[in-house]
């Protein structure tokens, strides 16, 4: 037998646990906190679910809108669906195109004194708040289409899908540049020793290399879109329609219930109905994150 | 002596990074169809040398070069189509990196850049390529599936097919054994060999008993200077032209 072996001291392990302990408690208490938030927001909506005058396929088919009427109370939330899909559609028909491209322009072309200019601008795009945004559509946007359309009022789906598409792209860029970085230099070199041009390095080898990092991009940038509250309630115009074009106004599910629990008596059926939506929101990011993971893991597959 | 052409002339070529200079000024020729092993230690300017062939080092912003690297002849930095330049220089990485695409896709990617679009075609120069880097008859059922999802030992064969697609008049080698086995190590160098009498090909390695086994005339690049150049036979002889070539071949050599 040798001499001991050095132990480590109690002391050392005692905070060792400690330590252990708290990073686990703080990983489950994310675990938590959605299902609190779960819980409470299903809590002040079920109750309406028993109601002998709601009716669930009103709620998600009807496009009749009238909470407060006072003999005729319908709850159909659907021309605020499609609002919240209309405004977030087209905010990515915007928004993706230009976030990915100043992405792969960031992150393949320009020099690094052009890059550090322009990621410290689009990070300051980030930091805008959202009421800022609202406010420059409910103005200067809102002007503008007007001036350019001729149409009557501009505070209305372009506007906001417009306004929205300009907050997802610093999300988009900066997730994106990040999935490019990330790329191996060791590809860049191959293909360019294979004679590619810069372009043909980024379309065939660049892209699909980071298409799993440049899909969450879009998606967290469109998370963002559907999410957003206050600046399309201040954009898009605030009526209860189906949108027939890019100049109608709509509602979104989000500024609905913005504008009205607070006019909405604590308890009521249109207290509990707003808190519904918010079930039905929680539902559509559901939707959008299940249909990105398994996009993912198809792509993957591949 | 067959008088054979020259593929390669180098003459007073510089390399620096920024204020580091990596190669003093070197000059040397490679003639057509031959194999040219460069030997010497890491740091010795070899990597260096091999960018200045295809003009991958015009990516490295710090980069500068003088002197003239002439490949037929002509000189690489007044080439106008650098991708063209590329084209005709093959060239295999010390790591094998397949590119994240199908192995398909991995061999007809330089032939899809060069305008070829036809399927027949691409197909015939994907088993072509793939038959002459030894790798065809493991993947020829799986030519689908991912590139990166192949051992390592396949992948550098993969990435040697590839550098075979666009049928380059020079084939250059940087330390291609850096990471795979023995057994297929000497499959390829079968394959170089086989090579050989249609491609001059540049053999970078650390393995000075690969340079032996392969190469017609070996070169010893020394902290960026040429310290012999020669035919295989007096390099690896007991009497070369430096001392230090004997001390670095027989590993007595600091």
Redesign the interface.
Known sequence: MGAPRPQRPKASIAIERIIEFVIRLSGVSAVFFVAAIFFFIFREAVPVLWDPDFDFAEFLFSKEWYPTSVNNVRYGTFALTIGTLSVTGVAIVLAVPFGLGAAIFISEFCSPKIKETLKIVIELLAAIPSVVWGFIGLTVMSKLIVSVTGTAVGVNLLNGGFILALMSVPVIVSIGEDALKAVPDSYREAALALGATRWETVFRVLLPAAKNGLLAAVLLGVGRAVGETMAVLMATGHAVQIPHGLLDSVRTLTANVAAELGEAPAGSSHYRVLFLTGVLLFAITLVVNVAADLAVRGIRRK | MTASRLAIEVSDLRVAYGTKEVLHGISFDVKENEIFAIIGPAQSGKTSLLRCL?R?ID?VAEASVTGTVKIDGLDVRRVKDV??L??KVG?V?P?P?G???TIF?NVA??P???GMKARGELEAIVERCLRQAALWDEVKDRLGSLGTALSGGQQQRL?IA??L??DPEILCLDEFSIAIDPVTTMRIEDVLKELQSRVTIILVTNLVQQARRLADRTMFLWNGDIVEVGSTDVVFSDNPADRRTYGYVNGIFG
């Open positions: 295809n991958t990516q991708f063209a590329r084209r060239m990485a790591l990196v590119l994240p695409l896709d990617f330089a899809r850049c060069a990435t590839r550098a697609s666009h």
